[in-house]
Structure formats: structure tokens, C-alpha cells
């Protein structure tokens, strides 16, 4: 009982440790504030999705020279983390919308997350690929512009290879498709 | 350093012992010649065996100095240059240390101080045959490397580890005029790279050469001039190249120096044909005396066979670069049996360290650095169970720099268990303040095993909630703790005065965003005067006060140090 009486103790104590997102040094009005709101740092990460208010934006929210990882590993990984994730956006358009969509296809694993996707970006259907007829019966075909500058079908190509050689994607209408998927 | 007291004014010597030895030693004669004791202390080569030597008498303190060849000044601020010049005289060797440990996580302003310059110049004057010189966490320029290369004829070694300030016009000096170099070791720093011509100043007649780091260097050397340069040094034992080096490059130097016991490889990613992948292997395979491997710039997992037939030797393995996974982590250490230090990114996770924990029985020491510090959200890496089993598989383990995002105080307490010998535990639970995840309670109990259990602790690291009980146990337990670093923790003052009061040999003490203030730190200072405590922004009532106990630190001395150096990094922001 004292133990947990002692505990509390300490949570209210925290709000010196406290995790602060601003600059440190703050003055005494800002300790003041931070005092009330009486959170423990333990809880910030959840707190950011409750009180958007309060909280910096969430991914990028650090303490100055915290975690304590040297500058010079922090620059290497960083440079390789932004290389990694620098993302693969390419336009969608379709025919009859008013504007184009912007998509990153590293997000998606296969054919099948990116079709859905797409159908439910643009309201439309797509429906199923086949190797023999592309979409036919389906009243829009997706369709992509490659490296070489020719528009495609999506789907014929393995996933990986698609990714890395899709410029464009261009959803069709149907009546249009018809032609491509005879090809 | 520590200098003797009596060094700068033999009258002021209140509680020295060679007080009353002074007068005997003026009446008695000594029991040996000067030569002999000279000789004698001359074969000492352990710093602190050194300052010991220096306090016993006066003779004893004389002989010393004229005997010491080596100088280590962990805080370039602790003492003058000129106090250095008039009391050593053969000194041929420099390790220098400036900023605090905080500058490297930019805690530190920029223009903060700890530049060489005006040491050097006193050395030129001083000990014009000055051999190596090893700086850590100092400011570097140009005009330093031009005259450290020109005013040194013997000059050897040079060692610059998390500097800055100068650039590759220094490097290209330094290749240019030192014809005697033997070690040119550049780590962790961030300097301007205008371009890798630097490497091309080797004169082609120049093989002296014992280790070559150029690993932080970014841009592209000439490979020809690096291939011969290599060719001609057959005594180097340690290279480490950068990542503009590709791995069919790598096979040539290999090829060229197989006797190699340390190497950095530079870019491990590149579309080897076969043949070139069978050649790397071959050359790796004749490197039978590698004994430290790093490097593995954006490595290529399906390239890491290669390394397999030089891995029978290798007792360092540094991977803190190389985003590996588990299992390409592991296959590599079923060929490592002889691994003493393991340095690695938590992308292995927690499967990765338990082939760790089966594959090296022998290790000491594991650092498991973040790939991602900042992933607030996904927290990915290693969890407790991975310590926890590599704990299970490795008894010798004593030194452990953990990142984590989640720990337990049973498990602390089971690592310990399995583990008695810790002598460096740095534990680093990333988000700050974070309790035991499984009971919510705070991390004292783990820390409070760690201090009971290990009684060799020197170092130790600690975070998570952490309330006054965690310093009560450090204070009661941890007899040898030299250094200790805290931050977010603690609840009250009481926490300082438990460490001050109870840890007879702490040295280090840093301490980050924690509720103490002037009371606690000046209880303890009192006592401990050879303790360079820092704190950081955020503490300022901390930071006056760390002055004024700094400051006596010092005064017993130094009578040059610029003040204004501890002001800034009390008040910077």
C-alpha cells in the first residue's frame, strides 16, 4: 500500500522529468502548464492520438540528444533509412475524373492490395485479372506506362518487376480495354 | 590527468603526504642513485601507476616526470599547457580529450572550445619530437594537421576519434610531410570531404604504414594510389576503407594484404558476377590472421558467404553499420566461434541475439545499437528476451550496451544471474521514463540486481522510471563505480546524495533532465574532488552549481582554464 502511495508520489514528481517536446530550457510559465496536464512521460505515446493539441506531430517528436546515439551513426543510418523509404509515387489517372491521384506502390505487396486499392479510390470496379482475357467483363483495366514509354496491363508482369518499371498508372474504360486485352 | 598538488606550489601542500616526507627526504639521503630510480620508473607505463609514483615524495615525483613519455589529459580543460610544458620534458606521446561526452549527441554547442591549436603550438616549442597524438572529441582545423605534419620530423601516429574541423586540405598535409608514418586513424568524424586526393600525397617511395582508417571519409580516393599504397606498407595490419570502395576493389587490396588483422570493408552491395564472388571468397579465405571485421556498408546478404572462410579467427565483429536480419545474422555466426565482441544493429532482433547466445560462448561484449531511434510507433528491434538469451548462452559477458524499447525487472534480474561479471552495463530503455511493461512498476528493482549482483560494476547506464530507490541501491551496492550516467530518473535530491555519499570511486557522473538540484551535488563534492560531473541544458540551477564545483575541481590545478567553457554549456541552448 505505502508502496503504491509512494509510487504516486513519484508520478506526480514526474512532470520535472517530464518528456517535453519543445526546446529544453524552458522557462517557468511553460513548467507551469506542463505541470497541470501531470502525465507521465511513460504515457506520451498514446496521449499523442487522444489530444493532437498538446502533442508536436507525432512520428518526428524527440528529445534533444535523446535517445543518446552519437551524430555521425544517427547521419549513416539516417541516409540509409531515407533511401530505403523514399517511396515509389507514381499519378493514377482515370478516364472521366476530374484531377489525378498520387499512390506509393512500395506500400502495397501484390497485384491484389493495389487493385483494391484503386477501386476503392476511384469508386469503381475492376474485377478480376486473367491471363487470357485482362479484365475483360469488368467495366474498368488498369493499365501502366513503362520504362520504354508503352502502356501495359497490369498484371502480366511478376509484382517486383512491375513496380521497379512502372512510370504512370492509367485506369480505362472498359470499352477502351477491350482493345489492350486482345493483344 | 592528475597532476600532484605540490607541482605548481611545493608550499601549498595541506593534506599531501610528501609533506613530512619533504623534510625527511632533504635530510635522509635517498636509498638509491636518481639513474636508477629513473631507470627503474621508467618501465611504468599505466597512467594512474604513474600518478601514484608522483605523490610519494618529492624525489619520487621528480624522477617521474623526467621519465614520463606519455601524456593523457582526459579534459583538456583540466589543465594548462604551460603548466604541461614546465613540468613534463620527454614526452612523445599525446592522448587529449576535449568536449564532453554530450557533444556527441549535440547536446554540446558548436562553438564550444577544445581546439588543439594552441596545445600544439606548445608542443612544437615543448617536444619538438613528438610521436603520436591521439584527440578525442576536439576541434581540429587545417592550419593544426599543416603544422602538426611540419614541425614534428619523428612524427608517427595520429588518432582522431569524433573530431572536427578540419578537412581533407589537413589529411592532404599529414600524407605529404610525414615521412615517417606509421598510423593515420580517422573515426566518427564529420569533416569536409572535398575529395579523396588526400590519399595520392603518399610519396611513392612512402611503406610505413601499420593502420589506415579512412572509413568516415565519404568521397572517392584513387583507387590505384590506394592499391599500391597498400602494396608497398607490408607491415599494415589494420585498414579499414570507405564505402566508395567496391567489393571487386576490395578483392585486390585483399590480395595485396592477406597478413591484414584488422580490416573495414567498404560497400558490400554491388551485382558480382560468379566468378568475382568465388575470387572474393578466395581472398578472404587467405586472410588467416583477421581478427576484427567491420564495415558492411548497405551490405548484400547473399554476398555474406564470402566472408565465411575468414571468419575462424575473428574475435571483434562489427556490424553496427549493416542492417542484417536474423537468420542471414545467424548463418554468419555459426562461423565465428571465436567472437569475444559483438557490436550489431537491433534488426537482427530478438532471433538474432539468441544465435548469439548459441553460436559465442565466448563473448564479452555485445552492443546492440537502434536502427531506427526515433520509431516512436512501430517499435521494432529487441525486447528483453533477446538479452535474456544471449545472457543464457554467454556466462563471460561483462560489458553491454543495449537500445531497447521495453524491459522488465525480471528480466534484468535473470540477465545478472547468468551474468555476474558485468563490469560496463549501459542499458537504454528509449522512451524516457518508461516503467516495467509488464507490471507497471518502476525499473529499480532491475538495477538494484544489477548493482547487488555485480560487485566489479565500473560503469553503469540507466533508465526507465526510476525513482530515488534505484540510487539508494547504487549508493549501497555499487563499491567500484567509476562512472554513472542518468537521465529522465530520480525523484528527489536524495537520489544524488545516496550516489555521492555512497560510491567511494566514481569519477564520471553525467546526468541529463533530472530533478536535482544544488544541495545534492554540493553534499557529495565536498568529498569527492576529483569528480568532472556535467550536466546538460535543461538543469541550469544544476549547471551554476557544477561550476562553482567544477571549480574547485580545478583549483587545486589548473590556473588557466577559461571559465566561459562551463558557462556555455550550463547556459547554451
Request: one cysteine or more; a neutral charge; hydrophobic letters at 35%.
Amino acid at each position: 500500500m505505502e508502496r503504491s502511495l509512494a509510487y504516486e508520489n513519484d508520478l506526480s514528481n514526474l512532470e520535472a522529468t517530464e518528456l517535453r517536446l519543445g526546446l529544453p530550457g524552458t522557462d517557468e510559465s511553460e513548467k507551469q502548464s506542463s505541470r497541470n496536464n501531470k502525465r507521465s512521460s511513460a504515457e506520451m505515446d498514446n496521449s499523442c492520438e487522444k489530444d493532437e493539441q498538446e502533442c508536436a506531430p507525432a512520428p518526428k517528436a524527440q528529445v534533444v540528444g535523446w535517445p543518446p546515439v552519437r551524430s555521425y551513426r544517427k547521419n549513416v543510418l539516417h541516409q540509409k533509412n531515407e533511401s530505403e523509404l523514399s517511396g515509389m509515387f507514381v499519378k493514377v489517372s482515370m478516364d472521366g475524373a476530374p484531377y489525378l491521384r498520387k499512390i506509393d506502390l512500395k506500400v502495397y505487396k501484390n497485384y491484389q492490395d493495389l487493385l483494391k486499392v484503386l477501386e476503392n479510390m476511384f469508386k469503381c470496379s475492376i474485377g478480376v485479372y486473367s491471363e487470357r482475357e485482362g479484365y475483360n467483363g469488368s467495366e474498368f483495366a488498369p493499365t501502366y506506362e513503362d520504362k520504354d514509354g508503352d502502356w501495359m496491363l497490369v498484371g502480366d508482369v511478376p509484382w517486383d518487376m512491375f513496380i521497379t518499371s512502372c512510370k504512370r498508372l492509367r485506369i480505362m474504360k472498359g470499352s477502351e480495354a477491350k482493345g489492350l486485352g486482345c493483344l | 590527468m592528475q597532476t600532484d598538488p605540490n607541482g605548481t606550489n611545493p608550499k601549498k601542500s595541506k593534506d599531501s603526504p610528501s609533506n613530512s616526507a619533504n623534510t625527511e627526504s632533504t635530510q635522509l639521503p635517498s636509498p638509491f642513485p636518481d639513474e636508477v630510480l629513473e631507470k627503474v620508473l621508467s618501465f611504468l607505463n599505466s597512467d594512474k601507476d604513474r600518478s601514484s609514483v608522483s605523490l610519494v615524495c618529492k624525489d619520487w615525483y621528480n624522477a617521474e616526470r623526467w621519465t614520463r613519455t606519455k601524456l593523457f589529459i582526459g579534459n583538456c580543460y583540466s589543465v594548462s599547457p604551460e603548466i604541461v610544458a614546465r613540468r613534463f620534458s620527454k614526452i612523445k606521446s599525446v592522448t587529449l580529450k576535449g568536449k564532453p561526452r554530450f557533444s556527441d549527441f549535440n547536446l554540446v554547442p558548436q562553438n564550444w572550445g577544445a581546439d588543439v591549436h594552441y596545445w600544439l603550438t606548445m608542443f612544437a616549442n615543448v617536444y619538438p619530437f613528438l610521436e603520436e597524438l591521439r584527440l578525442k572529441r576536439m576541434t581540429v582545423s587545417d592550419e593544426s594537421l599543416e603544422l602538426l605534419a611540419t614541425a614534428f620530423p619523428g612524427f608517427r601516429a595520429l588518432s582522431l576519434m569524433s573530431c572536427d574541423g578540419f578537412s581533407t586540405d589537413g589529411l592532404k598535409a599529414i600524407a605529404t610531410h610525414c615521412r615517417n608514418l606509421t598510423e593515420l586513424d580517422i573515426q566518427d568524424t564529420d569533416i569536409d570531404d572535398f575529395s579523396g586526393g588526400w590519399l595520392s600525397c603518399f610519396p611513392e617511395n612512402f611503406g610505413s604504414l601499420e593502420v589506415l582508417n579512412f572509413a568516415s571519409l565519404d568521397s572517392e580516393v584513387n583507387f590505384d594510389a590506394l592499391e599500391r599504397l597498400v602494396s608497398r606498407c607490408r607491415s599494415l595490419r589494420v585498414l579499414k576503407v570507405n564505402k566508395s570502395i567496391t567489393l571487386v576493389q576490395l578483392q585486390r587490396l585483399l590480395l595485396r594484404a592477406p597478413q591484414l588483422m584488422e580490416l573495414g570493408t567498404g560497400s558490400f552491395q554491388e551485382e558480382l558476377l560468379l566468378g568475382q564472388f568465388g575470387d572474393l571468397g578466395n581472398a578472404f579465405g587467405n586472410c588467416k590472421n583477421l581478427q576484427t571485421l567491420s564495415g558492411l556498408w548497405e551490405v548484400t546478404s547473399i554476398y555474406l558467404p564470402v566472408l565465411y572462410a575468414a571468419c575462424a579467427s575473428l574475435t571483434f565483429l562489427n556490424l553496427s553499420y549493416a542492417a542484417l536480419r536474423s537468420v542471414e545474422f545467424g548463418n554468419l555466426l555459426a562461423h565465428c566461434p571465436n567472437l569475444r565482441r559483438i557490436w550489431v544493429l537491433d534488426t537482427v532482433e530478438d532471433k538474432g541475439l539468441e544465435a548469439v547466445g548459441s553460436s559465442c560462448p565466448l563473448l564479452e561484449e555485445l552492443r546492440v545499437f537502434p536502427a531506427d531511434p526515433y520509431d516512436q510507433n512501430l517499435h521494432r528491434g529487441v525486447t528483453e528476451s533477446g538479452f535474456v538469451a544471449v545472457s543464457r548462452g554467454c556466462s563471460k559477458l561483462h560489458y553491454v550496451l543495449y537500445f531497447c524499447w521495453q524491459m522488465t525487472n525480471a528480466a534484468v534480474a535473470t540477465i545478472v544471474q547468468n551474468c555476474p561479471n558485468f563490469t560496463h552495463f549501459r542499458l537504454c530503455i528509449m522512451n524516457p521514463g518508461r516503467p516495467d511493461y509488464l507490471t507497471n512498476e518502476p525499473m529499480d528493482e532491475a538495477f538494484g540486481a544489477v548493482v547487488k549482483t555485480c560487485t566489479k560494476l565500473q560503469r553503469l547506464s540507466v533508465s526507465g522510471l526510476l525513482t530515488d530507490l534505484t540510487f539508494e541501491y547504487i549508493g549501497k551496492y555499487a563499491k567500484n563505480l567509476e562512472t554513472l550516467s542518468v537521465a529522465f530518473a530520480g525523484s528527489s535530491d536524495r537520489a544524488m546524495q545516496f550516489v555521492l555519499e555512497g560510491c567511494p570511486k566514481l569519477r564520471k557522473l553525467e546526468i541529463r533532465d533530472c530533478p536535482f538540484g544544488n544541495a545534492a551535488l554540493l553534499s557529495g563534492l565536498e568529498k569527492y574532488e576529483t569528480m568532472r560531473s556535467r550536466a546538460k541544458k535543461g538543469c541550469p540551477t544544476f549547471c551554476s552549481h557544477s561550476l562553482i564545483a567544477c571549480k574547485k575541481d580545478f583549483s587545486d590545478f589548473a590556473e588557466d582554464r577559461p571559465p566561459r567553457c562551463f558557462g556555455r554549456v550550463g547556459l547554451s541552448n
